[in-house]
């Protein structure tokens, strides 16, 4: 189940567009349950836009796992910070993130890169009076 709910706030006097969401989702087969609470910020430019944000999601559920240092069982929920920016020039987009997780218990140096590159192949070619 994926519930995300966001607005946009558009400034047209400065180009500037300021974009706060929430996602709630939860999965049957692992019973898992998460949150993210996002904020990006955009820039309207004349060669395209500009953007960037932050993501922070944090787990309901937490796993087990024995901290060697005092042999006890502890929990540990999945909590991730994610700086973000990214340019859209014409039908090219270019992101990069950076997710940094937290805890005692995380995957490798405990966080990893991502580079998304995209075409938009349907923007502005869609025009329907369908209202």
């Known amino acids: 189940y994926l519930f995300s709910s966001g607005y946009l706030f558009s400034d047209s ?8 969401s929430l996602m ?27 953007w ?20 006890n069982i502890e929990e540990q929920r999945l909590q991730l910070i994610t700086p973000l920016f990214g340019i859209d020039y014409k039908d090219f987009v270019f992101s990069y993130n950076y997710s940094h997780q937290f805890g005692d218990i995380n995957f490798g140096s405990g966080g990893f890169h991502q580079i998304t590159l995209g075409f938009n192949i349907l923007r502005g070619s869609i025009d329907c009076d369908c209202f």
């Open 52 to 71: 960037a944000g932050l993501s922070y999601r944090n787990s309901f559920e937490g796993a087990e796992y024995i901290n060697v240092s005092n042999g």
């Open 24 to 50: 709630f989702a939860h999965k049957d087969a692992t019973k898992e349950t998460f949150a993210d609470v996002n904020f990006k910020v955009y820039r309207e430019t004349e060669f395209g836009r500009l």
């Open 13 to 20: 006097s400065n180009n500037w567009n300021f974009e706060p």
